[in-house]
């Protein structure tokens, strides 16, 4: 699948946020493993404290609880990033990604049942990513396993459903993040949609 812009003019454009993202978020893991939770108090959002620690909206982002879930988002990030990036430029993906990221903080503040857990990682932003690419390149097909081609339509239709679902379902997810920073990922993309289109040549594998 080639990218390009509704004046067939290619857009080319290096995974520069999408690396330095997936950089800080590895630095932000070796701290915690370091410093131990107790950084969780100043940079992770916390329902409760977040009018008097606003910056916690975005250094959330880069916080992750254990190893698997910063293989996880880091690995979507990846896969979904070096796409989007690429069509959009690196300021649009900027905008994209930490307006997701904000947007999910407040997603599981309003659907949280609990204001002194905190939430952390960047499943908010990688969700609105995601979003948006499923507006601008539905039919990009993601190969989930290395195996099974999903368009990513589907994959994403699939994503929202569980974390429906998982609203009513008690867990140490914050789904409602989720579905923040996935309908603020679509809302980006049905604006940018009449600016940027795809040309089918062949399928990316991811």
Do not use: C
Not at 23 to 46: D, E, L, N, R, S
Not at 73 to 95: D, S
Not at 130 to 138: C, K, R
Not at 160 to 171: E, K, N, R, V, Y
Request: zero cysteines; charged letters at 10%; a positive charge.
């Amino acid at each position: 699948m080639e990218f390009v812009e509704t004046n067939n003019r290619p857009y080319r454009s290096g995974p520069k946020w999408t690396l330095i993202f997936i950089g800080i978020a590895i630095a932000g893991f070796i701290i915690q493993f370091i410093t131990g939770p107790g950084i969780w108090q100043y940079f992770a959002f916390i329902p409760e404290h977040a009018i008097t620690r606003p910056w916690t909206f975005i250094t959330t982002i880069f916080l992750h609880a254990d190893i698997n879930h910063l293989f996880f988002n880091m690995f979507m990030l990846f896969a979904f990033g070096i796409n989007l990036e690429r069509l959009l430029g690196k300021n649009r993906f900027l905008i994209i990604f930490l307006v997701s990221g904000i947007l999910g903080n407040l997603g599981y503040w309003i659907t949280t049942g609990n204001y002194s857990i905190p939430a952390i990682g960047a499943s908010g932003a990688v969700y609105g990513l995601m979003g948006t690419l499923s507006i601008l390149a539905p039919f990009m097909k993601f190969y989930v396993w290395g195996l099974v081609p999903v368009p990513m339509i589907v994959l994403t239709a699939l994503y929202a459903i569980g974390d429906i679902f998982g609203l009513f379902t008690p867990s140490n997810i914050a789904h409602g993040a989720h579905l923040a920073g996935l309908i603020a990922g679509i809302a980006f993309g049905i604006y940018l949609r009449p600016f940027f289109g795809y040309r089918r040549n062949k399928d990316i594998e991811l």
